[in-house]
Antibody, heavy 122, light 107 residues
Framework: QVQLVQSGAEVKKPGASVKISCKAS????????MHWVRQAPGQGLEWMGI????????SYAQKFQGRVTMTRDTSTTTVYMELSSLRSEDTAVYYC???????????????WGQGTMVTVSS | DIQMTQSPSSLSASVGDRVTITCRAS??????LNWYQQKPGKAPKLLIS???SLQSGVPSRFSGSRSGTDLTLTIGSLQPEDFGTYYC?????????FGPGTTVEIK
């Protein structure tokens, strides 16, 4: 079945970087964009950016420009999201999410990873 | 960026009640609007896409509609399992912003 499996929880110190993985299975990896969304404790959902696994092109929310890097490895059908210069406000659950339709970013997210908790604390 | 607002921010209703949640965008988004349900500790679940298209497997008591600038999620007859937080999301333009959420509690 179609699923996204994310890497485990992380604890990082302020100023460090974190790299989260999202392994896709059950579908043709390069046919679907992948989004990243985060949720701080008790807060709402925040869209971070998107990667096209086919060519590797990316688009990031301005808030994260310069701090976020999304990459993919087609050989392992895995996308990665790296966030640098971490601060306490980056403490959140990070989700990867796949759109419903092939070859488009502009669609609803029908498949979600289970989420990865990142805690930033000194 | 397109800003999304939702009302109410929370509600408490009884089983069998009709529940309506409204979402508004700061600029036109046409029908590029999705609704998600999230339960504590879980990833969001897609309920409705493109304003009114019910996702496969989602009960028919959920429906979506648009009237002018108001986009609405309706639960026709609230069930105990419908508790959680509901988010709207526009996908008209990047960044694909979410509303702040509406928490639904069962009385």
């Amino acid at each position: 079945q179609v699923q996204l499996v994310q890497s485990g929880a992380e604890v990082k110190k302020p100023g460090a970087s974190v790299k989260i993985s999202c392994k896709a299975s059950g579908y043709t990896f390069t046919n679907y964009y992948m989004h990243w969304v985060r949720q701080a404790p008790g807060q709402g959902l925040e869209w971070m950016g998107i990667i096209n696994p086919s060519g590797g092109s990316t688009s990031y929310a301005q808030k994260f420009q310069g701090r976020v890097t999304m990459t993919r490895d087609t050989s392992t059908t895995t996308v990665y999201m790296e966030l640098s210069s971490l601060r306490s406000e980056d403490t959140a659950v990070y989700y990867c999410a796949r759109p419903k339709t092939v070859d488009t970013a502009h669609d609803a997210f029908d498949i979600w990873g289970q989420g990865t908790m990142v805690t930033v604390s000194s | 960026d397109i800003q999304m607002t939702q009302s109410p921010s929370s509600l408490s209703a009884s089983v069998g009640d009709r529940v309506t949640i409204t979402c508004r965008a700061s600029q036109t988004i046409s029908t590029y609007l999705n609704w998600y349900q999230q339960k504590p500790g879980k990833a969001p679940k897609l309920l409705i896409s493109a304003t009114s298209s019910l996702q496969s497997g989602v009960p028919s008591r959920f429906s979506g509609s648009r009237s002018g600038t108001d986009l609405t999620l309706t639960i026709g007859s609230l069930q105990p399992e419908d508790f959680g937080t509901y988010y709207c999301q526009q996908y008209y333009s990047i960044p694909f912003t979410f509303g702040p959420g509406t928490t639904v509690e069962i009385k």
